[in-house]
């Protein structure tokens, strides 16, 4: 492939992948030998499923499921052993929303293994428009399980971003692993809206199309001048 082609294609590629909301799980696993060196490194995203391990001393794995605007799924993560270990994982959620009337946006967050007085080993943040909300902090809910329930009230007809992520990590040190946490995002009744391309992705097709334009002009004139 001519390296003005593979451009062109990267340029539509990015517009395209700029355009959409997104659901990412990505973490790691890691062990530190005697020196600090690492002895083992595991890493990666998924959308849906994620699995990473450095034997049985770090351990991260995580699960996403995206039906309409609602989400759900899990973290875990735990460290072990006498090498130092880490482990982490994390969901990320970027969606376009509106309701048709007025809607209760809740997330729901679980967390039984918590131990009160640690205050280590999770993160959470909502944003609904760009106003943020801290959803980490923990409680003992209804139900008598450790989590954290927040909630925003939409307006009708009118389009909003809604940005999650919710994280986990221990260390072998910190006693912050070995538990499940699961989360539930309830956005039934919303409907999920295609974003509006940045101005610059409604740019690059203008670009590309004089690139292209340019290079047709380059090959006319040399064919004329042969």
């Known amino acids: 492939m001519r390296i003005g082609s593979l451009i062109v294609l990267l340029l539509f590629a990015g517009a395209f992948s700029s355009a959409r909301g997104d659901v990412i799980l990505s973490g790691f696993a890691q062990t530190l030998g005697p020196t600090g060196s690492t002895t083992c490194l595991d890493s990666g995203t998924s959308s849906s499923y994620l699995s990473l391990s450095c034997g049985t001393q770090a351990i991260a794995t995580g699960t996403a499921s995206l039906q309409g605007g609602s989400l759900s799924g899990s973290l875990y993560v735990d460290a072990l052993g006498e090498e130092d270990a880490a482990a982490s994982v994390q969901v990320d959620m970027n969606e376009w929303l509106m309701a048709s009337g007025p809607t209760t946006l809740s997330l729901l967050v679980e967390f039984p293994g918590y131990e009160f007085g640690n205050e280590g080993g999770l993160t959470c943040l909502i944003a609904v428009d760009g106003i943020s909300q801290s959803c980490g902090g923990i409680v003992l809910l209804g139900n008598g399980v450790p989590g ?79």
Do not use: M
């Open 148 to 226: 954290s329930e927040v909630s925003f009230t939409t307006d009708s007809d009118v389009p909003f971003s809604l940005e999650l992520q919710i994280g986990r990590y221990a260390l072998a040190e910190g006693q912050t692993g070995g538990s499940t946490v699961t989360y539930s995002l309830d956005a039934s009744g919303l409907t999920v809206l295609t974003p509006e391309p940045s101005s610059i992705c409604l740019l690059i097709p203008g670009l590309a199309g004089i690139f292209l334009s340019a290079k047709s002009r380059i090959r006319l004139t040399k064919s004329g001048a042969s």
